[in-house]
């Protein structure tokens, strides 16, 4: 078979074949799912963690100063989204994905956003200017966090295949975390609507650690804050 009668042939099946759907009982892994038009459903809660202005550091610094960035940020990051109960399901160059199930989903993320925003500040880039007194390099990074049903199917070729996340907490997480990283932590207003006194109000006196910021950036509202969590 020709490669383009292969690809015909795949896609004119992918698109003819009914799709079979299962309710999840946990985040799958790929080898969980085959190579069919089978999808398992979960209500879950998605955060992206993405550092800002890499493009600009990989410009301006020695490569290995940009992937020490790169290593220290996502190690800590990934860290803390496992323990606060997150699934890594993805990582994409400078930024990763984790998924959060269950009852205390949005209260869990949205710690985990202000933990990563601590760690970033008080661990990364403090080794970092500690390490290197004369640079003028400033980290920034971004966490968004929305929560939604979500569609997880399996994609690729044998050999080299992985998940695919449909959803709009999925598409919502990763627009957030390309903002402005004046607010390091940025929720949807379907997250901030359930999450508890624990992650909602902070510092002292307490006082809500998210503020409103409308709907003007993306078009439904968002929430942001400069507040962190140390682990």
């Not at 100063?65 to 940020?73: D, G, L, R």
């Not at 390309?178 to 909602?200: C, F, G, H, M």
Request: hydrophobic residues 40%; aromatic residues 10%.
């Amino acid at each position: 078979m020709s490669l383009k009668d292969d690809l015909n042939a795949y896609v004119q099946k992918t698109v003819d074949e009914q799709w079979e759907r299962r309710a999840g009982q946990k985040v799958p892994d790929a080898d969980d799912l085959p190579l069919k038009n089978l999808a398992v459903e979960l209500d879950a809660t998605v955060l992206y963690a993405d550092l800002a202005s890499s493009t600009k550091m990989v410009k301006g610094h020695k490569d290995w100063f940009a992937a020490e960035v790169y290593k220290s940020y996502l190690y800590c990051a990934a860290k803390i989204i496992r323990a606060r109960g997150g699934i890594i399901t993805a990582y994409d160059g400078d930024r990763v994905m984790g998924v959060f199930i269950g009852d205390s989903k949005n209260t869990d993320a949205a710690k985990c956003g202000l933990q990563i925003n601590w760690a970033s500040k008080k661990i990364v880039a403090a080794k970092i200017a500690e390490k290197y007194p004369k640079s003028t390099f400033v980290l920034k990074q971004r966490v968004g966090i929305d929560t939604s049903k979500l569609f997880v199917a399996r994609t690729g070729i044998r050999g080299s295949n992985d998940l695919v996340w449909v959803g709009k907490a999925a598409n919502n997480a990763a627009k957030l975390a390309a903002l402005d990283p004046r607010y390091p932590t940025y929720i949807t207003a379907d997250v901030y609507s359930r999450l508890n006194e624990t992650s909602k109000l902070g510092g002292d006196p307490k006082r809500n650690m998210w503020t409103d910021l409308g709907t003007s950036d993306m078009g439904y509202q968002i929430y942001g804050s400069t507040f962190w969590w140390s682990v």
